[in-house]
């Protein structure tokens, strides 16, 4: 059997995605992307109305961070 690739395993960079809070449903989106993502990813709210969701690529398969 082949043990299975690890997913970035040390690599700091992260990922982000910029949500505009006004626009009808984004809010909803963000709560199901940080649930998705299990820990492994953050919300940072950086002006009145915009959030970024930080994604730690590696994080969802339970990788030491």
Known sequence: MIA???LYPSDPRCLISL???RRLGA???L???VA???GSADVEKF???WAA???RPGGALGLPK
């Open 4 to 6: 299975p690739q690890t």
């Open 19 to 21: 949500f505009d809070l």
């Open 27 to 29: 809010e909803e989106r």
């Open 31 to 33: 709560r199901r992307g």
């Open 36 to 38: 998705g993502w299990r």
């Open 47 to 49: 002006y009145p109305g």
């Open 53 to 55: 969701l930080v994604i």
